[in-house]
């Protein structure tokens, strides 16, 4: 992803010459970074996704501004930083919340949490990291070489739904969390397992999508009460397998309690369902890509070693 949007830039850069006015060395400094593995924010995406339509349309004092702000972008010098949805070191709050709230179908408003949530939140994700690193360091790894932000929010009480966390491929790199939620170290690893499964599919699909179905094909979702359209449904599957796997990773451990063996169990088992309930209708429906239907297949296999 990092590569691919390096790439993009570079190409955007060389066509806007003597069109749009930028700072071409502070640019060209942050695609050589990016190149180099320097670990840019999400941000970075997110600017990138709202500097391509202002291009395309010609809105050229538009596209100048996102480029400046493309060229204040700085990598950052912590692996993976904790923040509040109103910490001031985001400083893309509005951008962040909208390209995070993206379904026409159902909109979540997005609050940020009292601090008192945020430093019990961060406390307790420090420590799942830790279980995760001794218990599942493949998922460690991957969620390392992932994750750039975990962001703190809480949801709209007077919404339908309830606000577990989030993701968008517009924010690759960050996780949106419920800090009121996930209490439990069980609970924290399943929901680091299921966002971040996300994240490594958007990764997956630099070259071509998942599925060819079109956006407004809906289906019955396995984790949705409201239809939903194929990649949503294909992901949801997905997601489900990876934390079947987490949890089950988790019970041969020695870690689970009483208590939390119960949880783990209770979430291994219904991740199952919600495989099962979502490959169905991708086997069923779903126009897959070769990437799509490799990805699908292993986690088919996976599921069915089990």
């Known amino acids: ?12 850069v060389e066509q806007s010459r003597g069109q749009v006015d930028f700072d071409a060395p502070a640019l060209q400094r942050l695609i050589d970074g990016l190149r180099a593995g320097d670990w840019y924010p999400a941000s970075t995406f997110g600017i990138y996704y709202d500097l391509v339509p202002a ?5 050229r004092e538009t596209a100048e501004a996102l480029f ?17 949805l109103d910490d001031p070191a985001l400083g893309h709050v509005s951008r962040y919340k909208r390209l995070l709230d993206t379904d026409t179908r159902q909109s979540f408003s997005f609050q940020p949490p009292a601090p008192e949530l945020t430093r019990a939140f961060a406390d307790r994700l420090q420590h799942a990291r830790e279980v995760i690193r001794q218990v599942l360091p ?3 790894a991957e969620q390392e070489a992932i994750l750039r932000e975990i962001i703190l929010a809480v949801g709209d009480t007077d919404s339908d739904y309830t606000f577990d966390g989030g993701s968008s491929y517009m924010l690759w790199g960050a996780l949106f969390l419920n800090a009121e ?17 996300h994240s490594l599919l958007f990764g997956c699909c630099t070259e071509e999508p998942l599925v060819l ?14 239809p939903r359209p194929m990649d949503g449904i294909y992901h949801a599957a997905f997601v489900s397998a990876r934390m079947h796997w987490a949890m089950s990773r988790l019970l041969e451990s020695d870690f689970p309690d009483s208590a939390q063996l119960a949880e783990a169990e209770s979430r291994r088992d219904a991740s199952k369902q919600g495989f099962e309930a979502g490959y169905s209708v991708v086997a069923e429906h779903a126009d897959l890509t070769p990437t799509g239907r490799s990805i699908m297949q292993k986690a088919r296999e996976y599921m069915d070693s089990v």
């Open 68 to 84: 400046g702000e493309l060229a204040s972008e700085h990598p950052l010098t912590e692996s993976c930083r904790v923040l509040g």
């Open 181 to 197: 939620s996930h209490t439990s170290d069980v609970a924290m690893i399943d929901v680091l397992a299921h966002e971040a499964s």
């Open 213 to 226: 179905n079109a956006d407004d094909e809906l289906f019955t979702s396995p984790l949705r009460r409201d």
């Open 138 to 140: 493949d998922l460690a």
């Open 55 to 59: 291009l395309t349309v010609g809105d």
């Open 1 to 12: 992803m990092r590569r691919g949007l390096a790439d993009s830039l570079d190409y955007i």
